[in-house]
């Protein structure tokens, strides 16, 4: 089982920053990537970006330039630098740890924190 807390979320202005945050605990030594996903009430949720354990990120097209993720690995930390924020960002943001040990394969997620941003 692994647990995720995420923090920093909240209301900013068009073309301001937030910083998410997500502490995972349990069975962390079976992650071997974290991600950041976002959902609009009524949409899917989307890959907003991720990060493997050795440090490779990957990012969805319309965050890349804007967006950091970046991982603490010894903390068991994820966070998610977000800049020059558009109102089309606003969604809930979910932190993602994607765990495998053996054949298994499973993914678990944070509650899910709010971004909104006023044009």
């Known amino acids: 089982q692994v647990q995720l807390v995420e923090s920093g979320g909240g209301l900013v202005q068009a073309g301001g920053s937030l910083r998410l945050s997500c502490a995972a605990s349990g069975s962390t030594s079976r992650i071997n990537a974290m991600a950041w996903y976002r959902q609009v009430r009524g949409k899917q949720r989307e890959l907003v970006a991720s990060?493997?354990?050795?440090?490779?990120?990957t990012y969805a097209d319309a965050v890349k330039g804007r967006f950091t993720i970046s991982r603490d690995n010894a903390k068991n930390t994820v966070s998610l630098q977000m800049n020059s924020l558009k109102p089309e960002d606003t969604a809930v943001y979910y932190c993602?740890?994607?765990?495998?040990?053996?054949?298994?394969?499973?993914?678990?997620w944070g509650q899910g924190t709010q971004v909104t941003v006023a044009s």
């Open positions: 993602n740890a994607h765990t495998a040990w053996g054949v298994n394969e499973y993914d678990y």
């Open positions: 990060i493997r354990r050795g440090g490779t990120t």
